[in-house]
């Protein structure tokens, strides 16, 4: 009888535990994860803005292959967070905030840039058996298949070639392959979204940027450029333009979005608009955070190297504000809202990823780039097909960076 007892007792045992597992294999959230895991892993995952070489700059000492905090560390971004995250390639930013238009000022512009590139390249260099450096897509596909991330480089604000037209071919053959042509105020090449109208949108010398950019195969990004300024791309650029960290202006009314009428234009030139993740740029902030934050930036300008003193006094000043003040993040679901816009509007041809991480980029649900993996579950969420998301990942940006070549080919036949 204790035989006979005991097996009904493990067979009972059994069967729940199979009840539970038939139960869990069964659960509608569990179904959406486990598709969303393959397609991530399957999709050549693209960021097309990240700013780490700026805090790289200003810490020599920072550790890639070590995974760090992002709430301690000031940084989002390391290999073992990216492999978390399943990215393979990002778009690393030779990014400098707008300084003295001088002669002083820009070959200050351009030592700085150059040193930027040298880090660009060493976050490949240093890590032979993790990452590559990239500069076309079928790079970036043959890295994947190698199992190797994808460095791609980007200049952010136009001031690094201050005047001199000649620097956007060297900066094009050290990797950079677009340029956001202004940041938060105004340069020669043009007027920003953030700053008052002096140009009324390119400047002569920033109509022949756009021209050499084209030239070169070289896109032009408008992230941070004026409604003005924006048309003016519309109109003189041959190739594709790109917004590789903006988000719709329909959404949240902030210049730093595009309103629908430049979403269509953009689209209709076959360009693409990648999401931003700064909250900033998706909800109301805190009044008195915002004031705060303006006062710092004042007083320690983004892109402006610090001493080391200073630094330690910006961060600590940082830490006192997130105490007093603490930021409330947009949502992952708030950005995936801008994508579904987009596509209402335009189709998902248009559509693509670029959080900004280490340039103030990060959101509840997507903080690191170890979280990149629940933007595709979220789009899976929402109904999107793995064709359409490997086109949001990577797919609709390589489209225009062949394009640009394509433009750029027939420019010199």
């Given at each position: 009888m204790k035989r006979i007892a005991t097996r009904f007792i493990l067979s009972g045992i059994m069967l729940s535990a199979l009840t539970v597992l038939f139960q869990h294999c069964s659960d509608p959230e569990t179904k959406i994860?486990?598709?969303?895991?393959?397609?991530?892993?399957?999709?050549?995952?693209?960021?097309?803005?990240?700013?780490?070489?700026?805090?790289?700059?200003?810490?020599?000492?920072?550790?890639?292959?070590?995974?760090?905090?992002?709430?301690?560390?000031?940084?989002?971004?390391?290999?073992?967070?990216?492999?978390?995250?399943?990215?393979?390639?990002?778009?690393?930013?030779?990014?400098?905030?707008?300084?003295?238009?001088?002669?002083?000022?820009?070959?200050?512009?351009?030592?700085?840039?150059?040193?930027?590139?040298?880090?660009?390249?060493?976050?490949?260099?240093?890590h032979p058996d993790i990452a590559g450096l990239a500069t076309t897509p079928e790079d970036a596909v043959a890295l994947k298949r190698a199992g190797k991330f994808s460095v791609f480089t980007a200049v952010e604000n136009g001031w690094a070639i201050g005047k001199d037209l000649s620097l956007l071919e060297t900066y094009y053959e050290l990797g950079a392959r677009y340029m956001t042509l202004c940041h938060t105020s105004n340069n020669d090449i043009c007027d920003s979204s953030t700053d008052s109208v002096e140009h009324g949108g390119l400047s002569p010398f920033g109509i022949d940027v756009v021209r050499e950019m084209n030239r070169l195969g070289m896109i032009v990004d408008v992230s941070h450029i004026s409604d003005d300024a924006f048309w003016d791309c519309?109109?003189?650029?041959?190739?594709?333009?790109?917004?590789?960290?903006?988000?719709?202006?329909?959404?949240?009314?902030?210049?730093?979005?595009?309103?629908?009428?430049?979403?269509?234009?953009?689209?209709?030139?076959?360009?693409?608009?990648?999401?931003?993740?700064?909250?900033?740029?998706?909800?109301d902030r805190n009044p008195e955070r915002a004031e705060a934050l303006q006062a710092l930036r004042a007083k320690y300008p983004r892109g402006v190297e610090l001493t080391e003193e200073q630094r330690a006094e910006r961060a600590a000043a940082l830490k006192e504000i997130d105490e007093r003040y603490p930021e409330e993040l947009a949502t992952l679901q708030q950005v995936v809202d801008h994508i579904d816009h987009i596509v209402k509007l335009v189709g998902v041809d248009h559509v693509g990823i670029g959080p900004d991480l280490d340039g103030g980029g990060g959101v509840e649900g997507m903080f690191d780039v170890s979280e990149m993996g629940n933007i595709t579950y979220e789009l899976v969420k929402r109904g999107y097909s793995e064709d359409d998301i490997?086109?949001?990942?990577?797919?609709?940006?390589?489209?225009?960076?062949?394009?640009?070549?394509?433009?750029?080919?027939?420019?010199?036949?």
């Amino acid at each position: 009888m204790k035989r006979i007892a005991t097996r009904f007792i493990l067979s009972g045992i059994m069967l729940s535990a199979l009840t539970v597992l038939f139960q869990h294999c069964s659960d509608p959230e569990t179904k959406i994860r486990a598709e969303a895991d393959a397609i991530h892993a399957a999709a050549l995952t693209l960021d097309t803005h990240c700013d780490l070489p700026m805090l790289m700059h200003s810490r020599p000492d920072f550790d890639l292959a070590e995974a760090h905090d992002p709430h301690t560390s000031g940084s989002k971004v390391d290999f073992p967070r990216i492999k978390k995250g399943g990215m393979d390639a990002m778009f690393f930013a030779v990014y400098l905030g707008q300084g003295p238009r001088t002669p002083e000022g820009y070959a200050d512009a351009k030592r700085r840039a150059l040193e930027l590139f040298d880090i660009v390249h060493g976050i490949a260099n240093d890590h032979p058996d993790i990452a590559g450096l990239a500069t076309t897509p079928e790079d970036a596909v043959a890295l994947k298949r190698a199992g190797k991330f994808s460095v791609f480089t980007a200049v952010e604000n136009g001031w690094a070639i201050g005047k001199d037209l000649s620097l956007l071919e060297t900066y094009y053959e050290l990797g950079a392959r677009y340029m956001t042509l202004c940041h938060t105020s105004n340069n020669d090449i043009c007027d920003s979204s953030t700053d008052s109208v002096e140009h009324g949108g390119l400047s002569p010398f920033g109509i022949d940027v756009v021209r050499e950019m084209n030239r070169l195969g070289m896109i032009v990004d408008v992230s941070h450029i004026s409604d003005d300024a924006f048309w003016d791309c519309i109109e003189y650029s041959a190739a594709p333009i790109v917004a590789t960290h903006s988000s719709a202006r329909a959404l949240y009314d902030h210049p730093r979005n595009l309103s629908d009428e430049m979403i269509s234009a953009l689209a209709q030139k076959g360009g693409v608009v990648q999401m931003n993740m700064l909250s900033g740029y998706l909800k109301d902030r805190n009044p008195e955070r915002a004031e705060a934050l303006q006062a710092l930036r004042a007083k320690y300008p983004r892109g402006v190297e610090l001493t080391e003193e200073q630094r330690a006094e910006r961060a600590a000043a940082l830490k006192e504000i997130d105490e007093r003040y603490p930021e409330e993040l947009a949502t992952l679901q708030q950005v995936v809202d801008h994508i579904d816009h987009i596509v209402k509007l335009v189709g998902v041809d248009h559509v693509g990823i670029g959080p900004d991480l280490d340039g103030g980029g990060g959101v509840e649900g997507m903080f690191d780039v170890s979280e990149m993996g629940n933007i595709t579950y979220e789009l899976v969420k929402r109904g999107y097909s793995e064709d359409d998301i490997k086109k949001i990942w990577s797919g609709n940006f390589f489209r225009v960076m062949k394009e640009a070549q394509r433009v750029a080919a027939e420019w010199s036949s």
